[in-house]
């Protein structure tokens, strides 16, 4: 039950929060996803990470060029990581779609893990004339 009751906390703080900067998302490690929305611009999130054994986290190798870890990536029971996400504005390699990014949270025995998708918005393409 006090699982449950933490898996329904994290996801309600991870919607009510998703647009802020630097908010502190709870992740308990169970096999679930969770959803993070960002604005085009560049930023940084902090996440809190509940589990009673060691942790890593790893973000997806086709996100790896706009998410970027700042400071550990690993813990013990309570910790918390913190990552930054370029902004996302039309370049000439880029179109400045949305996008999206998986962070994987997974616990030591490497059975449980949670999922992280960070997705942040694009910019609304423009003519000129």
Known sequence: MKKIINLILAV????GFSSCN??????????????IFVTPD????SVLVRTEGAWSVSVDEASADWVEFVGATSGKGEGAFTFKYDENRPT????GLRRKASIVVITE?????KTIELKQSGVAP????
């Open 12 to 15: 309600v703080i991870a919607a």
């Open 22 to 35: 630097n908010e502190v998302t709870v992740v308990d490690t169970e096999n679930t996803t969770v959803e």
């Open 42 to 45: 560049s930023g940084q999130k």
């Open 92 to 95: 000439d390699i880029s179109r």
């Open 109 to 113: 025995d490497q059975f449980t893990s």
């Open 126 to 129: 423009t003519l000129a004339f």
